[in-house]
């Protein structure tokens, strides 16, 4: 089992750059696959980001492709989402997630608490 804290959330303007960090507890988080999603005001979460546990395999979603990018700091047991050029539409709660690598919400055992990004225009 594994435990997530996400932070690094705050009030951006729209253009600049926000890293996220994920910091797993209990097993190791490189045994994991992981993902990051988001949910914004009256819509779904969506899955942004998925990450396969041996690195081989990353996936973006189109609406961040090119601004967003994933690593991992497994010495640290951390896992980290540097955001850049963000748009107001990047505004929602930002979760991490363990143990799945599809879109599906259900997949994934393990959530943090999630950490609030508004991006101001």
């Known amino acids: 089992q594994v435990q997530l804290v996400e932070s690094g959330g705050r009030l951006v303007q729209a253009g600049g750059s926000l890293r996220l960090s994920c910091a797993a507890s209990?097993?190791?988080?490189?045994?994991?696959?992981m993902g990051w999603f988001r949910q914004a005001p009256g819509k779904e979460r969506e899955l942004i980001v998925a990450?396969?546990?041996?690195?081989?395999?990353?996936y973006y979603a189109d609406s961040v492709k090119g601004r967003f990018t994933i690593y991992r700091d497994n010495a640290k047991n951390t896992v980290y989402l540097q955001m850049n050029s963000l748009k107001p539409e990047d505004t929602a709660v930002y979760y991490c997630a363990a143990g799945g690598l599809s879109s599906r919400v259900g997949d994934y055992p393990y959530w943090g608490q999630g950490t609030q990004v508004t991006v101001s225009s």
């Open positions: 209990g097993r190791t988080f490189s045994s994991y696959d």
């Open positions: 990450n396969s546990r041996s690195g081989a395999m990353t």
